[in-house]
Nanobody
Framework: QVQLVESGGGLVQPGGSLRLSCAAS????????IGWYRQGPGKQREVVAV???????NYADAVKGRFTISRDNAKNMVYLQMNSMKTEDPVVYYC?????????????????WGLGTQFTVSS
């Protein structure tokens, strides 16, 4: 099992910055990829940013140039630095990990989700 806990929600002004953190715990053997997704009211969950173990990253077009994802493999943590915040950014953010746990066969990975976190962008 892998447990993901997000943190970093709060209140931020438009154009401001906020940093989200996600801590992974459990019987983790290896996390191949970990990242952030978000979901607005009545909308489908979409990828925000993903980083793999090798360091490669992938960003949604809506956040390119504003958000930065980073990863601490030793601590099994991932961060999302969000700059130049916009009013459309404050939706629910979910941490997601493609991970292998102890006892799994070689090459077997599963997706794990956090419970989500949200914040408010307001003047």
């Amino acid at each position: 099992q892998v447990q993901l806990v997000e943190s970093g929600g709060g209140l931020v002004q438009p154009g401001g910055s906020l940093r989200l953190s996600c801590a992974a715990s459990g019987s983790i053997f290896r996390i191949n990829a970990i990242g952030w997704y978000r979901q607005g009211p009545g909308k489908q969950r979409e990828v925000v940013a993903v980083i793999i173990s090798g360091g490669s990253t992938n960003y949604a077009d809506a956040v390119k140039g504003r958000f930065t994802i980073s990863r601490d493999n030793a601590k099994n943590m991932v961060y999302l630095q969000m700059n130049s915040m916009k009013t459309e950014d404050p939706v629910v953010y979910y941490c997601n990990a493609d991970a292998r746990v102890y006892g799994m066969a070689y090459g077997v990975y599963k997706l794990y989700w956090g419970l989500g976190t949200q914040f408010t962008v307001s003047s």
